[in-house]
């Protein structure tokens, strides 16, 4: 490791800042061991303008102290990786010079779901601080419960703004992942996702180098707005600076502050910053003004000679842009403030201390028990079930999504009806064009009965929503959201939740290329959030989720199921307590099947398949007679005894992994069965396609009319439109 270069200037306080005593520490978030370690890194006390910078980039939010310990067990190399894990965007090669970059916006809980939209600009400015113009947003959000009085007016007053703030920003809302349940009732949940497209030879460096370069802080200032459309304009100012060729590295700045971010570029080029505060135009005091996370707000390391040309380009746009400081050989951040007419420096830490070497701690870990007793749940063979297929495919957790996307505006979709498993979104330039495709999941119920399993089952639901598109997944980001961290079944939750990702990124060989976890005291839901990325090799590859030809053939392959409906929607509507033995999923055949999909789709044998997950199979074929606008004619598996209730329910409503409806025409049979098999994968044949009822023999015989019905309206009915 790199030592910096030790001290040589007196660091005074700012004239009317308050003495740093542990009390000021505490109160700030760091203990007393942390100051009595900075104390003795530095040899004397600290300033207030550096307690504060220290505080900020040693709290779990800017350290990960806690969940670090963790999250390093990650994989985060591969053959895709073009910018790989830190604490900004990720980027995945795509071919032929393309990459997509992935941004995550911190987790928003709470009531306050206008600003929990407004947090798309973090993941925003850090797709575009890598060079990338914004491709799209996605979200996940966790409400009530659909009987909740609050639930219906947090969903509308949510689709408002962020509706708002995508049409504000030019960037489409294109997918997400919207979940009610009961627990989030007093504490919704938000997390947003950026996506981009760069070509590599025109991305920037998340790095502060070449010595004597100036450090330009564009935007909006600290106090000004931070709306959409200042964003829309700090995108293309940006992107015309980068072609410039004047500009050598950027990050976003912001929670952490201009600190934050001058101290991430400088610890990524081995280097140092001075920074002038006086410059920020700010008149607040130092360890505010360095610490104010308001504004569109960007770091720039301009070429030495050219910051003229780049704040007069920003200011073009009506942006702010000043020039604040220069790049070091120090590897120490420096700031200076003016005392008496005169400057003077107010603060000078070691980047490694604030960044690098930030305290890392694994705290105790306690095993949740939960009751592992099966739902007892008993229907009626034949009028019951179809009953219930009815009403789960028009619950709010497996209804349609359409009233959300008009609301948000997100672009004209391929078909009407359910939507796919994954989205397909086009980007390219000069005539170059990639298809990039991404999903967005996350069971909460999972990771309540088995973290690491939930986790696992999590990062292969969501590749194995990309394959069956006939995309090939190459990376993804995570982001957990747990208890206190003082709490050890949090730990216990967070340590195993990190090891599932990591189990099923191995497995699938999918490097994590961003990361968050957000650890909240208080009774908070654990809540993980996956998003896949991947892309399609050719448009001809693509396949949905629809029914399409008649007389064609329905199998599911995969793992046919034990019949578990623990953590299932249609237990969930039933029972407030969640019990039962956790699903099993086992990698290893899930990376068969994963394999033999995506290899079936690429040889054009299938004319649809479908994942089958929340509702299990019956909500999978009833969607893919929707989407198809088509019916079906099946015949489940011959009954058990194992299943532990009546078999119809259990095969029809358990949400084991590992299971893909496909259908293919007849002709194909032969081949898709030798593929399956050579791959080993099994293959079970279940009917035809045809008619214009879902007929289920000796369970249902449901009008596809009717399905589309009770799916169509799930959202209206909620909020009563």
């Known amino acids: 490791m790199a030592v910096a270069k030790k001290q ?10 308050p003495d740093v005593t542990a009390e000021l520490a505490r109160a700030l978030g760091l203990s007393e061991a942390e100051l009595a370690r900075a104390h003795k890194e530095l040899g004397r006390a600290l300033t207030r303008a550096e307690l504060g910078v220290l505080a900020t980039m040693w709290s779990e939010p800017e350290s990960q102290k806690v969940a670090r310990a963790h999250t390093r067990r990650l994989p985060t190399t591969g053959s895709h990786v073009f910018k790989g894990l830190s604490d900004a965007a990720g980027a995945l090669e795509l071919g032929d010079g393309f990459c997509v970059v992935v941004g995550l916006g911190r987790a928003q809980i709470g009531s306050d779901l206008e600003a929990a939209a407004a947090s798309g600009s973090d993941a925003l400015r850090d797709v575009i601080a890598l060079g990338a113009r914004p491709l799209a947003l996605l979200d996940a959000v966790r ?11 947090a969903l509308k007053q949510f689709a408002s703004a962020l509706g708002e703030y995508a049409r504000s920003a030019g960037v489409p809302v294109v997918s997400g992942d919207l979940k009610f349940e009961r627990r989030h009732g007093a504490q919704p949940l938000v997390q947003l996702i950026a996506l981009g497209v760069v070509r590599q030879d025109a991305a920037i460096e998340s790095r502060a180098t070449g010595l004597g370069n100036t450090v330009v802080c564009v935007g909006t200032p600290a106090d000004g707005p931070s709306d959409a459309l200042s964003l829309k304009r700090l995108t293309d100012a940006c992107l015309a600076a980068f072609r410039s060729g004047s500009v050598d590295g950027a990050h976003a700045v912001a929670a952490s ?44 390391i301009v070429k030495k000679g050219r910051e003229d040309g780049v704040v007069e380009l920003f200011r073009g746009h009506e942006l702010d842009a000043r020039v604040i400081g220069r790049v070091t050989n120090t ?52 009028e019951d079930a179809e009953t219930e297929l009815v009403r789960l495919l028009g619950s709010v957790n497996v209804g349609s999504r359409d009233w959300l996307l008009k609301k948000l505006e997100s672009g004209k ?30 069971n909460a119920r999972y990771l309540e009965l088995d973290p690491r399993q939930g986790a696992a089952m999590a990062v292969a639901e969501c590749a194995r929503n990309l394959v069956c598109v006939g995309a090939e997944p190459v990376g993804l980001a995570h982001a957990l959201t747990l208890g206190d961290s003082e709490q050890p079944e949090a730990m216990y939750r967070l340590s195993n939740a990190v090891d599932g990702v990591r189990d099923a990124c191995t497995a699938l060989k999918l490097p994590v290329i961003a990361s968050s976890v957000r650890l909240e005291p208080g009774d908070v839901p654990n809540t993980p959030v996956i998003a896949v990325v991947g892309h399609l090799r050719a448009a001809e590859d693509r396949i949905g989720i629809g029914f399409g030809r008649q007389a064609d053939n329905i199998a599911l392959i995969g793992g046919q199921g034990s019949g578990n409906l623990a953590g299932s929607e249609f237990v969930a509507a039933r029972e407030k307590d969640l019990r039962g033995a956790a699903l099993a999923l086992d990698l290893g055949s899930e990376v068969k099947l994963q394999r033999a999909v995506l290899e079936l789709a690429r040889e054009r044998l299938l004319t649809s398949a479908h994942d089958v997950s ?93 399905l589309e019905e009770s799916h169509s309206r799930a959202l209206e009915r909620l909020v009563g439109e």
Do not use: M
């Not at 007196?10 to 009317?16: A, C, I």
């Not at 409400?143 to 007016?153: F, V």
């Not at 992994?657 to 079970?684: D, T, Y």
């Open 8 to 17: 040589d200037t007196k660091v005074v306080p700012f004239p009317g800042d």
């Open 143 to 153: 409400l009530g419960a659909p009987d909740d009085a609050a639930t219906a007016p």
């Open 257 to 300: 502050g201009v600190a934050g971010a001058g101290l991430r570029l400088a610890e990524s080029g081995s280097t140092g910053l001075e920074l002038d505060l006086d410059s920020l135009g700010s008149s607040a005091p130092p360890h505010e003004s360095l610490a104010q996370s308001g504004g569109q707000r960007l770091l720039l």
């Open 331 to 382: 590897e120490r951040l420096v700031a200076k403030a003016s005392i008496e007419g005169k400057q003077a420096v107010v603060l000078d830490l070691p980047v490694a201390l604030l960044t690098r070497d930030a305290p890392s701690y694994e705290r105790p870990a306690k095993a949740v028990q939960l009751d592992r007793t099966a739902p007892q749940i008993t229907l009626k063979r034949n």
């Open 413 to 442: 979709r391929d078909t009407k009806g359910p939507l796919g498993d994954a989205v397909v979104l086009r980007a390219g330039e000069d005539g170059a064009e990639k298809l990039v495709v991404v999903a967005v999941d996350g």
């Open 614 to 706: 929340e509702g299990g199979l019956g909500i999978a074929l009833a969607e893919s007679c929707i989407a198809g606008h088509i019916g079906c004619s099946v015949e489940l598996a011959a009954p058990g005894e194992s299943t532990g209730g009546p078999d119809v329910l259990h095969q029809l409503f358990n949400e084991e992994p590992s299971r893909v409806v496909i259908s293919f025409p007849p002709e194909q049979r032969a081949k898709v069965q030798e593929r399956c098999n050579a791959l080993g994968v099994p293959f079970a044949f279940l009917g035809y396609v045809g008619g214009d009822t879902l007929e289920i023999e000796e369970v249902c015989d449901v009008p596809v009319q009717v």
